[in-house]
C-alpha cells in the first residue's frame, strides 16, 4: 500500500487512490503475508519461527494457491523481496530450484529480486557505519574510532560499543536519509516536513488506520484480533553462499539498492556481491528511465547475475522512485539490463 | 538570481518573482562581479588575472564603494561565497586582516562564509572520485583503479589518466547529483526532467535570456559587448595555510558543504579541514531548520573555526535549499551554531 501496489491510502486513512506506477502493470502480482504472524496472517500451530520454517511455509502456500488457480500453472514465476526479503526470497527460491531438480515441482521459477536486501550481519553493521560517514551524516572522527575498534565480526568489544553510541543522527530517516519525516503537531496532526512529491512520510498512519478500520477488515474477509509475535530461531550469518548456489544452479539473480538507505546499505550489498567472487561481465553503467533520467547503475556478473542502483532511492524503492522501480523490475522480468541510453519506451 | 538573492527568474526569460529565502531578509547584501572580466564587469587594464589581483581589485572596489555610501563605514562586514571564491574570499579577507593589523584599514570584517569551497588542486581531485564512489556512481571496480594509480599530486602517470576515464557517470548533475536535469526537446523547448519543488535545472537558460535583453542591461546601466577573456596567472595549490592564517589571527571562518556536490564534495573539504589541524570543540552534530528537519551537521573547532554540512544540497546550496542556507547564514553571523533542537525560530 506504500510501494509498488496498485492503490495507495489516502491521509484520511479511508480512501485509496491510484498508483500510476504499480508493478501489476506489467505483471500478474500476489502479494503474500509472510512469515506467518505478520499482517492479518495468523498461525495455530507454531510459536517459534524461523528462515527455514518460512520458506517451507511459502512453498507449501504456492503450492496450495496454484491448486486454486491452476490456469496459473506453468506461467513464468518471479519472487521478489525487499529488506529481509534478501533472507527470505533466496530461500524460497532454494527450495523450488532444489524440487524442481529433482523433478518435484513443477513451478517454472525464472528469477528473484531483491531490493536492499539484508544479507550479511557483519557487513550490514559495518556497511551501515560506512554509509553514514561517508555521506556526511557522521563525521570523520567517528568513523575513525568505529573502524578502529570494531572488528564487524561475532565478538565486539567495550570500546566498539562506545564507538558506536558516540554521534547522534538527529531526526533523519534511517530508511531514506533526505527524505522528509513525519511532523506530529501538537493537536495531533500528521504532515510532512517538507515537500517531496509522490511521498508521503506520515503514510504509515494512514495505512494503520485503514487496516484497523472494522468495514475494510469485513471487506477483506480477514480474521481480526492476530497478533505478531515471532521467536526467531534460524538464520544464517550470510546469504552469500545461498546466492552463490542460485547462481550456480542457472537461476536469474537481481539485487538492487535505493542509495539513501542506511538501513541495508548499497555499501553494505557491495561487500556481499563482492564475496560472491564473479566474473563482471558487464560493468557499472549508467541505466536510464524513459523520461531521459539516470535511474541508476547496472554491473552484470558470469551466469547473469546482477547488481543495480536506483538513484535517489531510499529503502522502499517504489515508494520514493516508483518510475525507477517499475523500469527497473520490467527490466529484470525481460531478463535485459535496463537502457543504457535514454530513448526508449516500454 | 538563482541562489541567495531577492529574484529568481521566471522561465519566459522576462518576469522576476521573489526569493522568499534571500539573505537579504537577515542582511545587506553586495553582490560583486569578481574579478574583473565575469558577467557585465570588465577591465581596459589586463589581459592577465589571478588569485592576488584579484583580491587587490576587490579591496580597492570595497574601499571605493565605502567612499560612495559612507553611512556603511564601520558597520559589521562579512564575505561569503561559493566554490572557487575557496580561493577568493579567504585572499581578500587577508588583504583586509593585514591590512587592518597595521591600522591601514576601518572595514570591520568580522568573519568569512564560503560554501562548497574549492580549496586544494589535489585533495578537489581526489575527494571528487572518492565522492562518486561513495556515492554509488562509481563501481568499487573503478574506484580501486583509480586509488591505486593515480598518486593525487602533481605528477600522475598514465595508467591514473586511464583509470579515471574508465566509467560513465551519464547525464547526471556533477553539481547535485540527484537533482532533475534540464532536458531540451526537439522543439528547443527547455523542462525538467522531473519536478524538483522550488528548483528548476534550466533556471541558467533563463537568466542568459534575462541579462541578454537590451531593455535590462539599459535598466542596469551596464556596458554590453563585454567579454570573458581570462588568462589565469597565479592560484596556491592549497588555500589551507591561508585559513589556518585567518583562524589564527582571529577572524570567524565558517565553511560549508552542500552534501550532493560532486564538484566541490564534502569530502574534498573534509580533507582540508583535517589539515587545517585544528582541536575539535564541539563535535560533528545534526543542526535543525524550524519546520523541524535536520539541516544538516556542524562542527567547531578551536579558534572558532566551524565547518557545516548542508543536507540534500548541491553546489549551489541555497538553490537547492534556500530554506537551510538561510538558517546557517543567519547563525553564522550571529556567531552561534544553528539550532541544536528542533523547537527555533529565526
Known amino acids: 500500500?506504500?510501494?509498488?501496489?496498485?492503490?495507495?491510502?489516502?491521509?484520511?486513512?479511508?480512501?485509496?487512490?491510484r498508483n500510476r506506477h504499480a508493478w501489476n502493470n506489467v505483471a500478474n502480482v500476489i502479494f503474500l503475508?509472510?512469515?506467518?504472524?505478520?499482517?492479518?496472517?495468523?498461525?495455530?500451530?507454531s510459536v517459534e519461527s524461523g528462515d527455514s520454517?518460512?520458506?517451507?511455509?511459502?512453498?507449501?502456500?504456492?503450492?496450495?494457491?496454484?491448486?486454486?488457480?491452476?490456469?496459473?500453472?506453468?506461467?513464468?514465476?518471479?519472487?521478489a523481496g525487499e529488506s529481509y526479503s534478501g533472507h527470505y526470497v533466496p530461500q524460497l527460491a532454494t527450495v523450488i530450484v532444489a524440487l524442481a531438480e529433482f523433478g518435484l515441482t513443477d513451478m517454472n521459477?525464472?528469477?528473484?529480486?531483491?531490493?536492499?536486501?539484508?544479507?550479511?550481519?557483519?557487513?550490514?553493521?559495518?556497511?551501515?557505519?560506512?554509509?553514514?560517514?561517508?555521506?556526511g551524516v557522521i563525521s570523520d572522527e567517528v568513523w575513525g574510532n568505529i573502524s578502529e575498534h570494531c572488528s564487524f565480526g561475532r565478538v565486539e568489544g567495550t570500546a566498539c560499543g562506545q564507538a558506536k553510541k558516540s554521534f547522534k543522527i538527529g531526526d533523519i530517516d534511517r530508511y531514506n536519509i533526505y527524505a522528509p519525516v513525519c511532523i506530529e503537531s501538537p493537536d495531533g496532526s500528521l504532515h510532512s516536513s517538507s515537500y517531496l512529491p509522490g511521498y508521503d512520510p506520515c503514510i504509515g498512519a494512514y495505512i494503520d488506520a485503514y487496516f484497523n478500520s472494522p468495514k475494510v477488515q469485513k471487506a477483506m474477509h480477514v480474521r481480526t484480533n492476530t497478533k505478531c509475535n515471532l521467536h526467531w530461531t534460524d538464520a544464517p550469518v550470510s546469504?552469500?553462499?545461498?546466492?552463490?548456489?542460485?547462481?550456480?544452479?542457472?537461476?536469474?539473480?537481481?539485487l538492487y539498492s535505493g542509495d539513501m538507505d542506511d538501513v541495508c546499505p548499497i555499501t553494505a550489498t557491495r561487500y556481499s556481491v563482492k564475496d560472491l567472487n564473479l566474473a563482471i561481465t558487464k560493468p557499472w553503467r549508467p541505466w536510464y528511465t524513459p523520461d531521459s533520467e539516470v535511474g541508476g547503475y547496472a554491473q552484470q556478473y558470469e551466469g547473469g547475475f546482477t547488481f543495480a542502483s536506483v538513484r535517489g532511492a531510499g529503502h522502499m524503492v517504489p515508494s520514493f522512485q516508483p518510475k525507477r522501480s517499475l523500469v527497473l523490475f520490467y527490466s529484470f522480468m525481460k531478463g535485459v539490463l535496463p537502457p543504457a541510453v535514454s530513448v526508449w519506451s516500454p
Open 1 to 17: 500500500m506504500a510501494e509498488l501496489g496498485p492503490f495507495r491510502v489516502n491521509p484520511d486513512g479511508k480512501t485509496l487512490s
Open 53 to 79: 520454517g518460512t520458506a517451507v511455509d511459502a512453498y507449501l502456500f504456492l503450492l496450495n494457491w496454484l491448486e486454486r488457480f491452476p490456469e496459473y500453472k506453468g506461467r513464468d514465476f518471479y519472487i
Open 239 to 254: 546469504m552469500v553462499p545461498t546466492l552463490a548456489w542460485l547462481v550456480d544452479n542457472g537461476l536469474r539473480v537481481w
Open 33 to 45: 503475508e509472510s512469515p506467518a504472524g505478520v499482517g492479518f496472517s495468523y498461525s495455530n500451530a
Open 109 to 135: 521459477l525464472k528469477g528473484i529480486f531483491v531490493g536492499n536486501p539484508y544479507l550479511d550481519d557483519y557487513m550490514n553493521t559495518k556497511g551501515s557505519y560506512e554509509f553514514l560517514w561517508n555521506h
